[in-house]
C-alpha cells in the first residue's frame, strides 16, 4: 500500500481483555514509531523501533504493554488487561530513516475504547 | 524533559486574515522543532520543520531561541487552512528519536 496501514480502526473491548493493534509500515521503511493520543492532547511517545530490535521502549507506561515487530516490517502492539484509561488512539509512524531529519508517515490510527 | 506549550486549543480567523500559532518549547538546547497538521477525516501530516526554513501552503515558522518559540504563521488563511495543528520538537542528536508534541491548536478559518 502507498501509507501506513493501521488495524483495527476501531476497537471496542471490556476492562480485564487482551487487545493487539496491528500496523503495517511503508514498505522499505526501516524505522517504526507508536505513539498513543488521549482526548485533547497531543500524540505521546511509546516505543521505537529500528528493524526488529526496539531500540526505545521508554514510553511505555507499564508492563501491561508490550510491542514486537519480528521480521522488521508489520508491527504489533499488544495490551494485557485492559484498563478504561487505555482509552486512546493508538497511531503508528514510519520513516524511511531513524534521526533528526527523517519525516515521519502516520497512519489513520487505532482507536480503542475500554469498557 | 522536554514540554511543548500550544497555549491556544482553538482559534478562529476570517478568510484573508493573518493567522498565527503559537508554540513555546522548554528543552534549553536546540531541538529540531516541526509543526504537524490533521486535516479533516486524514492522517496526521508533517507540515513544515525549521531546519528547512521552508514554506509549504503559505505558512512560515521561525525559531525564536530568545523566546523559546516557533509560532506558525500565514498572512492571509483560506479556507482548506482549517484543520489541527501540533507543534513538536526532538532534541537534537543521532541517538533521538521521539518527537514530544503539544496538544495541538484547532484552526477554524470563517468564510
Known amino acids: 500500500g502507498a501509507g501506513v496501514s493501521q488495524t483495527p480502526s476501531n476497537k471496542v473491548t471490556e476492562k480485564g481483555k487482551y487487545v493487539e493493534l496491528r500496523c503495517d509500515p511503508i514498505?522499505?521503511?526501516?524505522?517504526l514509531y507508536w505513539y498513543r493520543q488521549s482526548l485533547g492532547q497531543g500524540p505521546e511517545f511509546l516505543i521505537y523501533?529500528?528493524?526488529?530490535?526496539?531500540?526505545?521502549d521508554s514510553g511505555l507506561p507499564n508492563d501491561r504493554f508490550f510491542a514486537v515487530r519480528p521480521e522488521g516490517s508489520v508491527s504489533t502492539l499488544k495490551i494485557q488487561r485492559t484498563e478504561r484509561g487505555d482509552s486512546a488512539v493508538y497511531l503508528c509512524?514510519?520513516?524511511?530513516?531513524?534521526?533528526?531529519?527523517?519525516?515521519?508517515?502516520f497512519g489513520e490510527g487505532s482507536r480503542l475504547t475500554v469498557l | 524533559a522536554q514540554r511543548v506549550t500550544q497555549p491556544e486549543k482553538l482559534l478562529s480567523v476570517f478568510k484573508g486574515a493573518p493567522v498565527e500559532l503559537k508554540c513555546n518549547y522548554s528543552?534549553?538546547?536546540?531541538?529540531?522543532l516541526f509543526w504537524y497538521v490533521q486535516y479533516s477525516r486524514q492522517r496526521l501530516q508533517l507540515l513544515l520543520r525549521?531546519?528547512s526554513r521552508e514554506s509549504i501552503k503559505g505558512f512560515t515558522a521561525d525559531l525564536n531561541k530568545g523566546e523559546t518559540s516557533f509560532h506558525l504563521k500565514k498572512p492571509f488563511a483560506q479556507e482548506e487552512d482549517s484543520a489541527m495543528y501540533y507543534c513538536?520538537?526532538?532534541?537534537?542528536?543521532?541517538?533521538?528519536?521521539?518527537?514530544?508534541f503539544g496538544k495541538g491548536t484547532k484552526l477554524s478559518v470563517i468564510p
Open positions: 509512524a514510519s520513516s524511511l530513516i531513524a534521526g533528526a531529519t527523517g519525516e515521519l508517515f
Open positions: 514498505s522499505g521503511h526501516t524505522a
Open positions: 523501533f529500528q528493524g526488529t530490535g526496539a531500540a526505545d
Open positions: 528543552y534549553s538546547g536546540s531541538p529540531e
Open positions: 525549521h531546519i
Open positions: 513538536a520538537s526532538r532534541k537534537p542528536g543521532a541517538g533521538s528519536y521521539q518527537l514530544t
